[in-house]
């Protein structure tokens, strides 16, 4: 909290600090999905500049079960095409690359897909995502089957790494 006003104070974009300092951004509250073992949250994706192909859908998935489960695709009325992708190093250069056997949520455990992370990969948007909005995304899982989760649409920089904005405030003005 007190960190929170501190820098309250010194940035005008609270925006964007808000994101660093919680994980309960400023977005309309995403709500928790459950479909068996599989629990989502924290789902949100950006607003797109105008005429940007691309957007990317970010969230937690969570593996209460005692086996294995696997996002094997994603699909939205946003994009002609989605896909699931991961980031990789190629020399120097980071990209991102579809995972075409998809994401395991291994037992017992928590997957983020989250900004230069894992994350679902909407092309072709047939529209601009707009900020204050929602979209709907159908995820496609192994065990759990389809579920279908709302993805607010935040900032274009919403979910913007938390741990660089705490080491370099000052630098988003
Ligand atoms: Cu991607």
């Given at each position: 909290?007190?960190?929170?006003?501190?820098?309250?104070?010194?940035?005008?974009?609270?925006?964007?600090?808000?994101?660093?300092?919680?994980?309960?951004?400023?977005?309309?509250?995403?709500?928790?999905?459950?479909a068996?073992?599989?629990?989502?949250?924290?789902?949100?994706?950006?607003?797109?500049?105008?005429?940007?192909?691309?957007?990317g859908?970010?969230?937690?998935?969570?593996?209460?079960?005692?086996?294995?489960?696997?996002?094997?695709?994603?699909?939205?009325?946003?994009?002609?095409?989605?896909?699931?992708?991961?980031?990789?190093?190629?020399?120097?250069?980071?990209?991102?690359?579809?995972?075409?056997?998809?994401?395991?949520?291994?037992?017992?455990?928590?997957?983020?897909?989250?900004?230069?992370g894992?994350?679902?990969?909407?092309?072709?948007?047939?529209?601009?995502?707009?900020?204050?909005?929602?979209?709907?995304?159908?995820?496609?899982?192994?065990?759990?089957?389809?579920?279908?989760?709302?993805?607010?649409?935040?900032?274009?920089?919403?979910?913007?790494?938390?741990?660089?904005?705490?080491?370099?405030?000052?630098?988003?003005?």
């Amino acid at each position: 909290m007190k960190t929170y006003v501190l820098s309250a104070l010194l940035l005008a974009a609270t925006t964007t600090l808000a994101h660093a300092e919680s994980h309960a951004m400023e977005l309309p509250a995403a709500m928790e999905v459950v479909a068996g073992d599989i629990t989502l949250s924290g789902a949100f994706t950006r607003a797109t500049l105008p005429n940007a192909p691309v957007a990317g859908g970010f969230l937690d998935i969570v593996n209460a079960g005692a086996v294995d489960d696997r996002l094997i695709s994603a699909a939205s009325a946003i994009s002609n095409v989605t896909q699931i992708h991961t980031m990789e190093m190629d020399g120097d250069v980071m990209r991102m690359r579809e995972m075409p056997d998809g994401l395991v949520i291994p037992a017992g455990e928590t997957v983020h897909l989250k900004p230069g992370g894992y994350h679902v990969m909407f092309m072709d948007l047939t529209g601009p995502l707009i900020e204050g909005e929602t979209i709907m995304v159908r995820l496609n899982f192994e065990v759990a089957g389809e579920v279908d989760v709302k993805l607010p649409v935040g900032a274009t920089n919403a979910g913007a790494m938390g741990m660089k904005m705490h080491d370099a405030p000052a630098a988003s003005e």
